[in-house]
């Protein structure tokens, strides 16, 4: 996924053994709150952001990693889950409305799931397979339900038309409902669904933790209204929700522990609060003025660094890796940068350390990467060759090899080395930003030293990831950030370099390597041995590094603070969030 | 009187129109895509034309005008079948970021606005005219020199800054204010102790910007008013000077404060953006800003926009109206 709104969203990541090195090594500054001390029950939980709302509170539209991980916990049951636990454990999928993670046939192109019994709503009725049957046509309703995962749309055997649209117009129109009924379809006993897919999908299972496969009641669906208040299946209910102002979660007396082998709501009360200036966000951390608050934004840079320098403040704070990789993508479409000597040129001019100097330093913001895979996925990562391993690499930059580099572009291609070091110069595309306004100057410096002619679009940042997605209007470099949506690098390498894949910003269906890399990736997406997948993954993330379709990676971070009150503190690794199922009142 | 009332509503009534056409027309003239801005983040082009036919931007922008306009007086539909919604005239439209008709929005934000709006009225209004007065009325003396520091301070302050300080060093450093319970709306009439302290610090914010100004404006006028011909008859009548200031100075002194005043709590009624946004208030200002920076909620930003203009316009109004009984010399004009 993006990193847009990255304040809020923190998209889906499995964290493995890897991580689990990377935290035994030292690198979790800070940790968790509560450890070891036994949760209790009772008094009221807040959480506090600058956010109006949440991005969306309806299932079927809900896709940002914390607000996933919110309502999961409180709110939605789901037909599998993450593990609440954290460390890499909490990366594993526990059944929760199913009795199992469900059960692939067919070559993984067919999935069960059989609802476990005496799970009910908030209004008391069963949650049965029509439930979740006709939460998962409401994907379909795009004109309807918007903003959410589309993976019900690209997975499902449903023909789609000329124009790329499903036959399926979802349950209000009802056009094609047929397709759907043969694509998902009920047990007699309305306990077990299954899923026909339109190919093979080992990681199925993994798409339905996503509340876009969980249940939605009909008669209680509102439509767009749904998304101010969804029927609750979890042990919490919405007692009140106001845009920009608050949300105020209370037990649900329809959830029974005894149905919910997955969650233990210890708090009375969960209160979010929206709205609040991001100073009083910071005063309130600070001063710990309210200590049963869990900030759910992180502080301001400035106030960021006090925090985490100030012992006084170690037992209210983490910091950890996100789930992001950030990088800018280098367009290799034509009249762009369509030339590997330029590409590798930019590579290694690239002043990434004097970068992550500017965004917070490497023990707030990141280290300097090596593949569009973070080392958190795993199985799927595997140290690079070349690129920043290559001996000529320099994190400040290296603008001597970059220089002999753009000698050698002049004679390989010297239409691009004549653009990027001419009047019409390198185009860098950046959000409007005062941090990217400094990063500008930074950037500059480093790829002039080299001999590019360095120029800048800013764009404004609402409206940088909608514009730079059309390809003719982006630049040449491109800046951006991505997440996996869950253990697996079929989230990752399609949707960054395949043309459809939805977020390419190397432009690189027009290189001579495509057809054989697009090959390559459809192979490795169909691929149900996993090790033999996850083998592929490794050797496509050192296709892209080869064809220096992205600058070089940074592995991101994020820091987290809490009050005093809040115990069962940890990082929920899938989530990139607290692990909120852990969250109690001291 | 009548004639000129209905001219000027009628002049109105164009203004508005005139703005309505304008913001489509900036709307649709942008250099973005609103359908693809907000249709998330795994969209592809079927994916866009869908969110373009819900947010209805599939038909050209002078049908788009022409459906708010019915809107307006006949109510609007959306989408089909059992996720249609409807909104009842007058409708503004309806915001698919917030999930409701535009006029349930501004219905709620509209009494927050307008608290704040009256609340730093009155105060600024009571403390710019009357440390004006006494400025001018010791001219050169103590109090003047207390009213000009004031009035620096007060100019010199903008409202992200003096908001900022009273909230962080006052509000909040005393515990004032629960920061939990900031922005939440609590009426005057269940829970007036409750309205006292939800108000009164954004008013104080508002108020002091406004008043340093009001003081200058006071104090010069009624400084100049005071050298007129008709205070030195009232004088050589042998009038007390409460009462020259009262009867003759001070009415011929404000009738320009008013007038400023009207026009400046009209635009107060359209949103105190920075103040509602310091503060978390739930009012027009947040309402728009959020509209326009977060959500691009064609909607919500032309109704707002639409609503800021008529307050304005309809305070000239008002002022026009009222400035013919203050002041007997326009009556007479």
Known sequence: MSEKNMANVRRRLIATAAAAALVAGGLLVGGASGAGAAPTSGGTLYMITHAGQFAHADPQRNYTGQDIAFFNTYLYRNLVVYKPSAGPSGSGLVADLATNTGVPSNSAKTWKFTLRPGVTWEDGTAITCADVKYGVSRTFATDVITDGPAYALSMLAIPQDAKGNSMYAGPYKKTGQALFDKAVTCSKDNRTITFNLSHSVADFNYATSYPAFGPVKASKDTGDKYDLHPLSSGPYKIARYTINGEMDLVRNAKWTKASDSVRTPYPDNVTVRFGLDSNVIDQIMLSDSIPNTVNLDGLQPVNNRAFFADDKYASRRMNVYDPYVRYYGLNSSAGHLDCLAVRKAVFFAWPIQSLIDLAGGTVFYGDVGDSPIKPVLGLDYAKTTGNTHDANFKTAGNPAYAKSLLAQAKTDCPATYAKVTGDAGISIDLPNTSTQQKASVLLKAGLDAAGFNTKFNFIPSGQYYPTVQDITKQGDVTRAGWGADWANASTVIPPLFLKDGGFDLSGNWGDAVYPDFKAKVDAASAETNRPKQAADWKALAQFAMDQYWITPPIFGKAQLDWGSKVGGVAFWDPQGTFLFPALYVK | ?333
Not at chain 2, 61 to 77: D, K, M, P, T
Not at chain 2, 187 to 200: D, L, V
């Open chain 2, 1 to 333: 009187m009548l004639k000129f009332v209905s001219r000027r509503l009628a002049y109105t009534f164009a203004v508005l129109v005139l703005v309505s056409i304008v913001v489509f027309i900036i709307f649709n003239f942008l250099p973005i895509d609103p359908a693809r801005l907000t249709c998330g983040k795994s969209c592809f082009p079927a994916l866009i034309e869908a969110n373009r036919h819900r947010l209805g931007l599939d038909v050209p922008w002078w049908e788009q005008w022409w459906r708010f306009i019915h809107g307006l007086f006949a109510g609007r539909s959306y989408a089909e079948g059992s996720a249609a919604i409807v909104c009842g005239a007058p409708s503004f439209g309806y915001s698919f970021n917030q999930h409701s008709c535009v006029t349930t929005l501004i219905g709620q934000a509209f009494p927050v606005t307008f608290s704040l709006a009256v609340g730093s009225f009155i105060l600024w209004m009571i403390l710019g005219i009357s440390l004006g007065v006494l400025a001018a009325r010791f001219k050169g003396r103590m109090p003047d020199r207390i009213a000009t520091v004031f009035v620096l301070v007060g100019t010199s302050l903008p409202t992200f800054i003096s908001g900022l300080l009273i909230l962080l060093f006052v509000v909040l450093k005393f515990n004032l204010i629960n920061p939990i319970e900031m922005g939440q709306w609590m009426s005057p009439f269940t829970n007036p102790w409750g309205y006292f302290k939800e108000f009164i610090f954004p008013c104080i914010t508002l108020a002091l910007a406004y008043a340093a100004t009001y003081t200058r404006f006071t104090r010069s006028n009624v400084i100049e008013t005071s050298s007129e011909d008709f205070i030195r008859t009232a004088k050589a009548k042998g009038l007390s000077s409460g009462v020259i200031l009262r009867k003759h100075t001070l009415r011929a002194a404000l009738s320009p404060i008013l007038t400023i005043a009207g026009l400046d709590f009209a635009g107060l009624l359209g949103g105190a953006i920075i103040t509602e946004q310091i503060f978390n208030l739930p009012g027009l200002g947040r309402l728009s800003i959020k509209a326009v920076l977060t959500d691009y909620d064609l909607p919500v930003i032309l109704s707002t926009t639409l609503l800021a203009a008529a307050f304005v316009v309809i305070a000239n109004l008002v002022v026009d109206i009222a400035y013919a009984f203050i002041d007997p010399r326009v009556r007479v004009a």
